[in-house]
Structures are given as C-alpha cells and as structure tokens.
C-alpha cells in the first residue's frame, strides 16, 4: 500500500469557515464569501484531486451560488499563492492538488482520477545537469492506469 504524503493544508473535517478565511488572509488572499466556500470544500476533507469542472458540481450540489469561470480563477488564484499545486495531464483537463507536496501521480485513464503516490516508492536516476544558469524546480511523474484486459 502506498501512504499518500500529508500536505501542509490539510484540516480536520469540523474545519469552519473562519479557519478558512483564516488561511486565505494568511496566503494574502481577500476571504470572499466565494472563496471562503470553495476554500471549504478543497480544504476540509484532506487531500483531493479537483477539476474546475468537478469542484464546480460540488459547489452547485452543496447549494453554492458560483459560476465555473469562478471556480476556474479561483482555482488559480489558489495556485499562485501556493495554496494547491497545478498536476498536468496531458490531453485531459487541469488538475489541483491540495497536496502541495513533492509528490507522484497515477493517472486512471479510464476514470480520470488521480492518485497519489509517495515520494519514496519512485527513485529518479541519472536526471540530466540543467543547462547554465537553470536549476531544476521539480521533477513530475504521471504513471498512467489501464484496466487489466479481460475484466
Ligand atoms: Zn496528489
């Protein structure tokens, strides 16, 4: 089994909205009421995988006024502050990751989810020196998942 690694956001689930609005001051971001809603929904069920589309489902489900270009900007915004981490996939949509830690993904081709895997059950050898005057940032890893033929 793989441990999924803790993330540096992650709250009990009686988090409420004051703590909430407490992270977002504290990442320089104004709580709104939208944002503190959202922030809500990312943040108080620990670590989760979200497209702006399926957090937008969430939001209209839980009775959230919010539009998907809000969710989208909001998404970002979140991003840039350091909030949640952007996860590329090729050829599918954007993902956010609440888990802003150095970690790997699986990518369920079929389902489209996202799976964590730790740091440490992946080694990465002989990476290549970065060119003059560049250090490397990170390293990514998507394994991508296919169902076994024949189930
Ligand atoms: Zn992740």
């Known amino acids: 089994m793989h441990k999924a690694p803790s993330g540096s956001h992650k709250l009990p689930a009686e988090t409420t909205h004051g703590d909430v609005a407490k992270i977002l001051r504290g990442a320089g971001l104004r709580p709104t009421r939208q944002r503190v809603a959202l922030a809500h929904l990312l943040f108080a069920s620990g670590d989760r995988h979200v497209t702006a589309e399926s957090l937008h489902e969430e939001a209209l489900a839980r009775k959230v006024p919010v539009s998907l270009a809000t969710v989208y900007n909001t998404l970002h915004q979140f991003t840039e502050v ?8 090729e050829g599918a949509k954007t993902y956010f990751d609440t888990n ?3 970690h790997y993904h699986f990518f369920c081709e079929h389902s489209g989810r996202l799976l964590d895997i730790s740091t440490g059950a992946i080694r990465i050898e002989g990476l290549p020196e970065a060119p003059e005057g560049m250090t490397v940032s990170r390293v990514d890893v998507l394994v991508r998942l296919v169902e076994k033929p024949g189930r």
């Open 82 to 89: 350091g909030l949640l981490r952007e996860v590329a996939v």
């Open 100 to 102: 802003t830690s150095n």
